[in-house]
């Protein structure tokens, strides 16, 4: 409604006190009706992949507290929105990655968005996991820490919602080279598939056993969002590794090796700093746990700087200008 109303105040400005402008402005209908049916063919696939997870999403949320309750439904919520601040991180650079790509695909250079491929979206996947992994690891602390005691059985929720904004971030940065060419139907067409797919897994993780389910509540929603999220996300890395002449199962294998040695980091300095007994504060604890676990992936990134999608170049270019 706000931009409604100053696209509104700007045409009249324009058409009251620069008329000349506004004439040069006209369009023909020929090129109008152009415009509208580009528009539409562009945006409606989009327009109906929304609509339908829209739909998902509340039919999840329903069937969690049909069967779960309002208790479960708030440690999934909690857990959510954990995981929501891990993407925070990552999601600003989607409209600039997207731009590029567009820019490229307008100039038919597929190399150079393969390049952009390349060198972005493996960095800002290894940027997610590096927030989401730690979270994981600290998640009852996490659960104490923002939730209170009321909280502590959200753990488990949050610890697997943690993982989720890792693949948010490959899909949202992977997605950007379906818009950028315009492959808008393919785009919809996997995402609905999976949200399909996705409809009988939360009835079976999050019934009743009596009902032929799982009874896992919040966890259950939790495994469903990211287990789909992981197989969207990677279907949609198989049709643009084919688009952009890629290695599809170098970035499967770069995912899963970089998410386990965060974690394995993570945990491990989690069992030291706990060893150690550094402090009976919880949040004390946490941050010299984040702490020590940001040397540690730094020492780890310099020393394998693939994990992060980088180069010994990269490396050495930043520690000269760290240097200056």
Same mark, same amino acid.
Do not use: D, M, P, W
């Given at each position: 409604m706000l931009f409604l109303f100053l696209g509104i105040t700007f045409v009249w400005i324009i058409k009251k006190y620069n008329p000349e402008a506004w004439k040069s402005w006209k369009i023909p209908r020929t090129q109008i009706r152009t415009y509208i049916e580009e528009f539409y063919e562009y945006s409606h696939p989009l327009f109906t992949y929304a609509l339908i997870g829209l739909v998902v999403g509340i039919f999840d949320r329903w069937i969690l507290q049909y069967f779960s309750g309002s208790i479960e439904q708030g440690?999934?919520? $909690?857990?959510? /929105? #954990?995981?929501a601040v891990c993407f925070l991180f990552t999601s600003a650079m989607t409209p600039l990655i997207t731009r590029e790509?567009? #820019?490229a695909y307008a100039n038919r250079d597929i190399q150079q968005m393969a390049h952009l491929f390349r060198r972005y979206i493996p960095m800002l996947y290894g940027t997610a996991a590096f927030f989401s992994c730690f979270i994981a690891v @600290?998640?009852? =602390?996490?659960a104490l820490i923002f939730g209170g005691t009321k909280f502590h059985d959200a753990s488990i929720p949050i610890t697997i919602m943690a993982f989720y904004p890792i693949h948010q971030t490959y899909g949202q940065l992977s997605g950007s080279v379906f818009?950028? *060419?315009? /492959? *808008?139907? $393919?785009?919809?067409n996997i995402g609905i598939s999976i949200m399909i797919l996705g409809l009988p897994v939360t009835y079976l993780l999050i019934a009743p056993h009596q009902n032929m389910g799982l009874n896992l509540g919040s966890t259950g929603l939790a495994i469903k969002m990211v287990a789909? /999220?992981? %197989?969207? +996300?990677?279907v949609q890395l198989y049709f643009n590794a084919k688009l952009l002449n890629l290695a599809?199962? =170098?970035? %499967?294998? @770069? /995912?899963? $090796?970089? +998410?386990c040695t965060l974690? %394995? +980091?993570a945990f491990v300095i989690s069992k030291a700093v706990n060893y150690i007994e550094v402090s009976s504060n919880i949040v004390v604890n946490f941050l010299v746990n984040g702490i020590i676990y940001s040397c540690a992936v730094g020492i780890f990134t310099y020393f394998i700087p693939e994990l992060f999608g980088l180069r010994k170049i990269d490396i050495k270019n930043i520690m000269g200008k760290l240097r200056k």
């Open positions: 440690f999934y919520g $909690l857990a959510y /929105q #954990i995981g790509f567009a #820019i @600290h998640a009852e =602390k996490v818009y950028a *060419t315009g /492959q *808008t139907r $393919l785009y919809r789909l /999220q992981f %197989l969207g +996300v990677n599809f199962r =170098k970035y %499967l294998a @770069h /995912q899963l $090796l970089c +998410v974690s %394995l +980091v």
